[in-house]
């Protein structure tokens, strides 16, 4: 009986003292798991904006958006604040970040569009839009900006002709017609990838109509050759002699070296490698 009161009293004595060792442990690793400080806290603005540009300078994009957007939180009305926004357009772009990087873009031309290197932003707008990333699969599929969505084509086209029409002078507007033009040829091709598509999907009305359209909204394009020779296959499997041989008037009188057979059903496709 007294050894097992003992062995109780021990345990109970041990308890307690467990209990308290644990909570000094737990106060301690409280300690311990504290955020760690801040090491711009203090920082003038001017101190903030010097250390991004350092940052941009040698591409440490990441690091710059982070000293940028304390700068505008911290000093949301002093001299540095719309530049600071303007440089964060371009370091989320080189960040790989174009969701937030176009968020700061459309920021800045709502909230400052009179100031005096707006065609910048939109310069950069435009590139965003341009040089989306494909990621990995696009790579492997051998995805090209005629491809793509063209919804970001057109806004990126938009950008661009934002600086042509409205700041002539601008630095940025002869490589901005440059990628206009560029985007022009890779819309019209991406609507020859869909009216290929339906012509090989036996959808041939859908590919005459998109064809045609690629005539009519982008004309003087690498890809009216190819327009014509899709309509010229379309009506010959809808049974259309008339429109057929009107398409291949003009193809030959256009394009005299035209060698049809390119959308044939027996291309190649990326995935076939042997």
């Known amino acids: 009986m007294g050894t097992r009161w ?7 004595a041990a308890g307690l003292a467990l209990t308290a060792y644990l909570a000094l442990c737990l106060g301690g690793c409280g300690l311990f798991s504290s955020a760690p400080e801040d090491k711009t806290a ?5 101190k903030l ?25 911290r000093y949301p009305f002093g001299r540095y604040a719309q530049q600071a926004l303007m440089e964060e357009c371009y370091a989320q772009w080189k960040a790989s970040e174009p969701e937030q990087a176009m968020a700061a873009c459309d920021k800045f031309i709502k909230q400052f569009p009179n ?3 707006i065609d910048y932003v939109y310069y950069v707008r435009g590139l965003i839009n341009f040089s989306g990333d494909l990621g990995f699969l696009g790579g492997l599929a051998r995805q090209d900006l005629t491809e793509r969505d063209p919804k970001s084509l057109r806004e990126g086209f938009d950008s661009f002709r934002e600086v042509v029409t409205r700041f002539p002078d601008s630095r ?24 290929a598509y339906y012509l090989r999907r036996g959808a041939y009305v859908a590919a005459a109509d998109r064809a045609k359209g690629v005539l009519i909204n982008y004309q003087q394009t690498p890809s009216t050759e190819d327009a014509l020779e899709i309509m010229v296959d379309a009506y010959d499997k809808l049974g259309l002699p008339e429109l057929r041989d009107g398409a291949k008037q003009v193809l030959s009188q256009n394009y005299p070296n035209h060698v049809s057979g390119k959308f044939t059903p027996k291309d190649k496709v990326w995935w076939k490698m042997w």
């Open 115 to 117: 100031n005096p290197n």
């Open 49 to 73: 904006y010097s250390e991004a540009q350092a940052e941009l300078a040698q591409g440490g994009w990441d690091q710059a958006v982070k000293y940028l957007r304390n700068l505008q939180i």
């Open 172 to 195: 940025y507007t002869p490589d901005s017609y440059a990628r206009m033009r560029y985007l022009v040829d890779a819309l019209a091709s991406h609507e020859i990838h869909v009216a």
């Open 42 to 46: 203090g920082w003038s603005a001017e």
């Open 6 to 12: 003992a062995v109780a009293g021990f345990s109970k």
